[in-house]
């Protein structure tokens, strides 16, 4: 079974508006990754949290991490057409079924 | 630089027809992966590598087989292919101890 779980399974926003999305995982992890894929392309890296992080920033990207909850969350800032992927979360245990965004222009 | 290259692209085979996907890697990465995504299920690990000659099976390897003889290449296997491997196979590579994977852009196989 994965690992990690995604919140909500779809979302679907308009451009400039923010994107949150929720990941649940159920073991003890030494950090947490999130990726993105574009529509039949393979999955590209975004960021990796360590679980000593409660916090961390890639340009819009901002990834929180509660290790006592399990669960970790990505925000998209000022969201973008371009923005409009699966989003995944990945732990050691394997990655989750994903959150597809849709930004509307 | 290629980074992580599956071929083939597509593939149409007859059930009990046996293949063999191909992934290739220019990173000096010690681990490789093979997932399968299906619809609503993200990815599932097939089999692994840790380093050249070796393999372990991940979550759903039943039906498949893989083998690393290079240290750049991890090959996957359907001896016998079922309509239930119908899927999309994305083939990753990494450093050791879970660092970020870099994924190839998969090969899309249908069972009729």
């Known amino acids: 079974s994965q690992q990690g779980e995604e919140d909500p399974q779809a979302l679907s926003i308009q451009e400039g508006e923010n994107a949150t999305m929720n990941c649940s995982y159920k073991t003890s992890i030494n950090n947490l990754q999130w990726y993105r894929q574009n529509s039949g392309r393979g999955l590209v890296h975004l960021i990796l949290?360590?679980?000593?992080?409660r916090e961390k920033h890639s340009g819009r990207l901002r990834v929180t991490l509660d290790t006592s909850k399990k669960s970790s969350s990505l925000l998209i800032t000022a969201s973008r057409a371009a923005d409009t992927a699966s989003y995944f979360c990945?732990?050691?245990?394997?990655f989750g079924a994903g959150t597809r965004l849709t930004v509307k222009p | 630089n290629a980074g992580v290259t599956q071929t083939p692209k597509f593939r149409v085979l007859k059930t009990g027809q046996s293949m063999t996907l191909l992934c290739a890697q220019d990173?000096?990465?010690?681990?490789m992966y093979w997932y399968r995504q299906d619809p609503g299920m993200g990815l599932r690990l097939i089999h692994y590598s840790v380093g050249e000659g070796t393999t372990a099976k991940g979550e759903v390897p039943d039906g498949y087989n893989v083998s690393r003889l290079k240290k750049q290449n991890f090959l996957l296997g359907l001896e016998s292919a079922a309509p239930s491997q119908t899927s999309v196979y994305f083939c990753a590579s990494s450093y050791p101890d879970w660092q970020p994977q870099h994924f190839g852009d998969g090969t899309r196989l249908s069972i009729l």
């Open positions: 949290i360590r679980s000593n992080e």
């Open positions: 990945a732990t050691v245990g394997g």
């Open positions: 990173m000096n990465h010690e681990y």
